[in-house]
């Protein structure tokens, strides 16, 4: 089993910056994809980013042009920079990771806690 931990939430007013992150620790080695997924009350949890263990990235059009999602293998962490921040970003972020054969993003997957952005008007 891994663990996934985010940190970096807050909040922040419209326009600003916040960056997140999270760790992977444990069983890594069957992780390739990781990403960000973000839930807002009343709505399904939706993809924001995903980058593949080689580098490749995916955004969702929302965050096309102001998110930017990173990872450093070396430290099995990933990372979602997200500028120029809107009130509907606000949400609860989740870092993903796919466990094995199970996509990233999928239940069976690994999940990490969450946290909180919150964007003021």
């Known amino acids: 089993q891994a663990q996934l931990v985010e940190s970096g939430g807050g909040l922040v007013q419209a326009g600003g910056s916040l960056r997140l992150s999270c760790a992977a620790s444990g069983d890594i080695f069957s992780i390739n994809f990781m990403g960000w997924y973000r839930q807002t009350p009343g709505k399904q949890r939706e993809l924001v980013a995903l980058i593949a263990h080689s580098g490749s990235t995916t955004y969702a059009d929302s965050a096309k042009g102001r998110f930017t999602i990173s990872r450093d293998n070396a430290k099995n962490a990933v990372y979602l920079q997200m500028n120029s921040l809107k009130p509907e970003d606000t949400g609860v972020y989740y870092c993903?990771?796919?466990?094995?054969?199970?996509?990233?993003?999928?239940?069976?997957?690994?999940w990490g806690q969450g946290t909180q952005v919150t964007v003021s008007s």
């Open positions: 993903a990771a796919n466990r094995g054969g199970y996509g990233v993003g999928s239940a069976e997957g690994y």
